[in-house]
């Protein structure tokens, strides 16, 4: 797995350069509290027919950030965009809430505000 | 001149074509499907959240058995096989096999409910029969490995649980012999009969372009060319000594997604087969000590596609991320522009061919 750091701002510019639809697969985005004040997102690849070749884009935000997205660049990416900012309360340009949860349900179970163990 | 006038239907969240709740929404022009929108979190669990906060590692490989009935061993192995590169497990060359035995299991009963399913939506309700009768000797087979039909924890950190006798693999070896049979004397009524074959042919196409543009992954995807499979693209399981072929067709549509499904069905009894003929010997669990700390993306191909773990640790008892990606979730998007275009009437059967699983897509 080849981990590939780079800024909010040149995510965009960076996913272009890099995204080829006939070379690359691209898996999902993922997301991952650090701590209290940090989430790192990441965007996952890998590549048509060659053995456990893997390329992630990662870059570390604060929860209130505005993260680009990437759904021009490659369209399947909307739906793990939903998911994210479901589930981490991430604010993604242009995507909705409401994937997975309703307006009741417990906002944002794994984001930073959640990260206490065995209860 | 007045516009064209749209109307709504809804196709879900419960519907007589859907096995599990989902909802498509379709904006309908005459008969023709031209707007998608869905809804797919009808039975969100929190699986993830509670691998993190409720269960320590060493019991999250059976939770997340739990995620789908259908490819419960392939969420075990995914996530088992993340935590043993973790934790620097050498798993035997047995237990690999095994491991590999219940994936390939797996596939076949699937894709049979998956043929079966299409039967029906096809009103073809006999062959709907014929077919989960015949899937019956898989589940067979899988209680005698396993001990259960389904949900089978039969995959630990370090290999598996049951070792397989002499006399179960004469057993399960005549069983096979009987489920190539079965499906071979249905193969040809998926070839020409005009409900399942002709009735489909062209009916939801993706096409090459779009499964590369929508990511599409498994059946969907081979069944419109495209090549990818991850057992192709994973070194850590044996696939290729034990015969495994990429299966391939090129109609992307209904009729090519239910023979590319036939075909897989037949590679994975040939893999199943072979192992069992050639199963090495050795022990079937290795000790190991320590718990899981850094990261790592695990890979496997479930009956639908790629599905795909990332799990983190640092060295505690509680991981700090395990995220599941699976199959259907990622098709999704593909899903909806195969629906564009097409006429609504032909939406159930086109849905059914997709073989949605919505337990793990809601997780």
Known sequence: MKKIKIELEELREKIKEFYDARLWHFITLNGVTLDEKSIEIQWIFSKYEALDELVVYFCEIEPTQIVPSIEDIIPSAIISQREIVDLFGVNIEGSEKGLYLDEDSLQMPLGSCSMEKGK | ?363
Request: glycine share 8%; with cysteine.
């Open chain 2, 1 to 363: 001149m007045a516009g064209k006038k749209t109307i709504n239907i809804p196709l879900g969240s419960q519907h007589i074509a859907l096995l599990e709740p989902v909802r498509f929404k379709f904006e309908c022009e005459n008969e023709k499907i031209i707007g998608v929108d869905s809804d797919v979190g009808f039975v969100h669990r929190g699986v993830e959240k509670a691998c993190t906060t409720k269960f320590k590692f060493d019991s999250v490989g059976y939770v997340v058995a739990r995620v789908c009935g259908l490819c419960a061993i392939t969420h075990s192995l995914s996530y088992t096989v993340a935590v043993e590169k973790m934790l620097d497990v050498e798993v035997s060359l047995k237990a690999k096999y095994l491991r590999i035995l219940l994936l390939e299991l797996d596939r076949v009963h699937s894709h049979m409910l998956c043929l079966a399913h299409t039967c029906e939506n096809a009103g073809f309700e006999a062959m709907f029969m014929q077919i989960m009768g015949d899937r019956e000797l898989v589940m067979e087979i899988q209680e005698l490995i396993t001990g259960n039909r389904i949900q089978f924890d039969f995959i630990s950190i370090g290999g598996v649980n049951r070792d397989i006798s002499q006399e179960h693999t004469k057993i399960i070896l005549q069983k096979l012999k009987l489920v190539r049979e079965k499906v071979l004397s249905y193969k040809s009524e998926f070839e020409n009969n005009w409900s399942l074959s002709l009735k489909f042919k062209g009916v939801g196409v993706l096409s090459l372009d779009d499964a590369y543009r929508f990511n599409a992954i498994g059946p969907l995807a081979r069944a419109s060319g495209l090549k990818i499979d991850v057992r192709n693209e994973i070194e850590y399981l044996p696939y290729k000594e034990i015969g495994f072929e990429m299966q391939e067709e090129l109609g992307g549509d209904v009729n090519a997604r239910n023979l590319l499904r036939l075909k897989e069905i037949f590679n994975s009894l040939d893999m199943c087969e072979n192992i069992l003929e050639g199963l090495p010997s050795g022990e079937i669990i290795t000790k190991y000590k320590g718990k899981p700390e850094g990261e790592q993306i695990v890979r496997f191909e479930a009956p639908r596609g790629e599905l795909m773990y990332y799990v983190k640790g640092s060295k505690k008892p509680y991981l700090d991320r395990v995220r599941i990606k699976t199959p259907t979730f990622a098709c999704i998007p593909a899903f909806s522009e195969v629906f564009l275009g097409s006429e609504y009437a032909d939406a159930p059967a086109i849905l059914a061919s997709f073989d949605p699983c919505l337990s793990c897509t809601a997780k």
